[in-house]
């Protein structure tokens, strides 16, 4: 089974819209964490926002935030106020307490944002 | 900027040669993990090394071995490339290892073509 499925290969936003891409994860873990990462056409992978699997709160920064639903493991980054260089690629990773200290990425997730 | 720099960007190499990706991690981070991106899709885990020694392994043969040396570099090398090899090769760094909520630092990656 997929660790982390990102169902949307392909989202189009108008500019200063916000938008919503999905994010599910499986594990059996207890203690995990949940990133995403930005991704532009030049290769590096940028740190955008993290969520413990025991944060009540869900995480935000700046014009991030991260819609945490425990119980039906999924982790949705939310952008708001979308601008032109939030066009890239966003991943969703997972990182377990167990195993081999890795991320497990999804397939990602193609943000095209429209002026 | 992460601080993680990797050489060379791009690289073209042939069938059965072998292949030798650095990486410079952040001051202080002990731990480096390498990943490879096939076209398309996410990043895959290699393996991770901490204080110098391997610390964990995805489902990748013995031909793709590292090296991490105590000034905070790091080496990927692959033997006997094959055209699957292709890919792009990031590093991330990050300060301790067996720590679920840790960030992993990504560098721009190198583009490995193998023809």
């Known amino acids: 089974a997929q660790k982390i499925t990102q169902t949307q290969p392909g989202m189009f936003v108008q500019e200063k819209e916000a938008v919503t891409l999905d994010c599910t994860y499986d594990?059996?873990?207890?203690?995990?964490?949940l990133f995403w990462y930005k991704q532009p056409s030049s290769g590096e992978m940028i740190f955008l926002i993290y969520?413990?699997?025991?944060?009540?709160q869900n995480a935000t920064e700046g014009r991030y935030s991260l819609n945490f639903q425990k119980a039906r493991k999924s982790a949705n980054l939310v952008i708001s106020a979308s601008q032109l260089g939030d066009s890239a690629m966003y991943f969703c990773a997972m990182r377990e307490r167990t195993g081999a200290n890795n991320l497990f990425f999804g397939t990602g997730t193609r943000l095209t944002v429209i002026p | 900027e992460t601080g993680v720099t990797q050489s060379p960007t791009h690289l073209i190499k042939t069938r059965g040669q072998q292949v030798t990706l650095r990486c410079s991690s952040q001051?202080?981070?002990?731990?480096v993990s390498w990943y490879q991106q096939a076209l398309g899709q996410g990043p895959q885990f290699i393996f991770q090394?901490?204080?110098?020694?391997?610390?964990g392994r995805g489902n990748f043969p013995p031909r793709f071995s590292g090296l991490q040396f105590p000034n905070y570099s790091s080496e990927l090398n692959v033997n006997a490339l094959e055209l699957d090899d292709s890919a792009l090769y990031l590093c991330?760094?990050?300060?301790?290892?067996?720590?679920?909520?840790?960030?992993?630092?990504f560098g721009p990656g190198t583009r490995l073509l193998v023809l």
């Open positions: 991330a760094s990050s300060v301790g290892t067996s720590v679920y909520q840790e960030t992993q630092y």
């Open positions: 090394y901490y204080r110098e020694e391997e610390n």
């Open positions: 001051s202080g981070h002990n731990t």
């Open positions: 969520q413990g699997s025991y944060d009540e």
């Open positions: 594990t059996s873990d207890q203690s995990y964490g």
